[in-house]
């Protein structure tokens, strides 16, 4: 099993961020992110079917959604914070087994 994430970079707060994922045959699927000197945590996820589930801090401003014929599930991060600086990382279980893609570092200034 692969995950394959894109889409990090740099934004200045206000702005929106789009992240990527795509993997093939797991599910569920979502995202976490990892600050600096921070344990990972969880931002946004696909918990069952089509139930989403957020961290507080991102309700509101980031949504969760898939396009399931690309296998690919999508973070839309809008209204940007500097405390949203940090590694994300697409997540993915399957057969009780998590499965991580490579980080993506999304910056945003103030």
């Known amino acids: 099993v692969q995950l394959q994430a894109s889409g990090g970079g740099l934004a200045q707060a206000g702005e929106s961020l789009r992240l990527s994922c795509v993997g093939s045959?797991?599910?569920?699927m979502g995202w976490y992110r990892q600050a600096p000197g921070k344990p990972r945590e969880r931002v946004a996820l696909?918990?069952?079917?089509?139930?989403?589930d957020y961290a507080d801090s991102v309700k509101g401003r980031f949504n969760i959604y898939r396009d399931s014929a690309e296998n690919t599930v999508y973070l839309q991060m809008n209204n940007l914070k500097p405390e949203d600086t940090a590694v994300y990382f697409c997540?993915?279980?399957?057969?009780?087994?998590?499965?991580w893609g490579q980080g993506t570092l999304v910056t945003v200034s103030s």
């Open positions: 997540w993915g279980s399957r057969q009780l087994r998590d499965y």
């Open positions: 045959g797991i599910d569920p």
């Open positions: 696909f918990t069952s079917g089509s139930i989403t």
